[in-house]
Structures are given as C-alpha cells and as structure tokens.
Nanobody, 123 residues
Framework: QVQLLESGGGSVQAGGSLRLACAAS????????MGWFRQAPGKEREFVAS???????KYADSVKGRFTIARDNAKNTVYLQMNSLQLEDTAVYYC?????????????????WGQGTQVTVSS
C-alpha cells in the first residue's frame, strides 16, 4: 500500500512563495509518475503538475512559469515550488501517484492520494 504525506502548506500573501513536499512510503517510488492536484471550495479537483521518474514534467497552463515540480528519488519525495502566488491559487493541494509512465492530467488515472495540505493566499 502506497502512503503519501504532504507538508509545507500554509498562508501567504499574494506574490509570495511556498514549497510543498510529498513523501512516499513506496519502495518503487522512482519508477512511477507523481502529480500535484488542487481543489478549491466548491470546485472540482484539478491538475497542477506531474513528473516522471526521468524528470519529464507537465504543467497546467494556469501555473506555468510560476510553479516547479521536482523529485528526489533517493528520498522518495516530490516537491512543488510555488512562486508568485495569486489569490486563485488558494486550495487544498494533493499529492498523487500514478501507475504507468504517462504524464496524465486526469484525476482518474492516479491510484494513490495524500490527505492534502491547505494553501491560502491573501491580498
């Protein structure tokens, strides 16, 4: 059973930065695709970014140029560096693990999920 534990959420003013981390218990972490999703109140969960074991990445248009996803396979950890945060980035952010190598943006393709961490951006 894969367990994912997010950390690093919090409150920040618009224009600020936060770094999220997601630690995986899975010994096969290095061979999977990891993703970050977010869900704002009253909205559906949406794709933010994903990364393959080799480092290939994919981003939602809304975060391109502001967010960076990275992984440390030796530490079984994936990160999301969020810069130039905007009010609309406020959401619960979830780490997820996908089986297979495709950089999917679809919630349904990810089999394992963390509990989520709150990110609040204020003016």
């Amino acid at each position: 059973q894969v367990q994912l534990l997010e950390s690093g959420g919090g409150s920040v003013q618009a224009g600020g930065s936060l770094r999220l981390a997601c630690a995986a218990s899975d010994g096969t972490f290095s061979s999977g695709v990891m993703g970050w999703f977010r869900q704002a109140p009253g909205k559906e969960r949406e794709f933010v970014a994903s990364i393959r074991w080799a480092g290939n990445t994919k981003y939602a248009d809304s975060v391109k140029g502001r967010f960076t996803i990275a992984r440390d396979n030796a530490k079984n950890t994936v990160y999301l560096q969020m810069n130039s945060l905007q009010l609309e980035d406020t959401a619960v952010y979830y780490c997820a693990r996908k089986v297979g190598i495709g950089l999917s943006t679809e919630v349904r393709d990810y089999a394992y999920w963390g509990q989520g961490t709150q990110v609040t951006v204020s003016s």
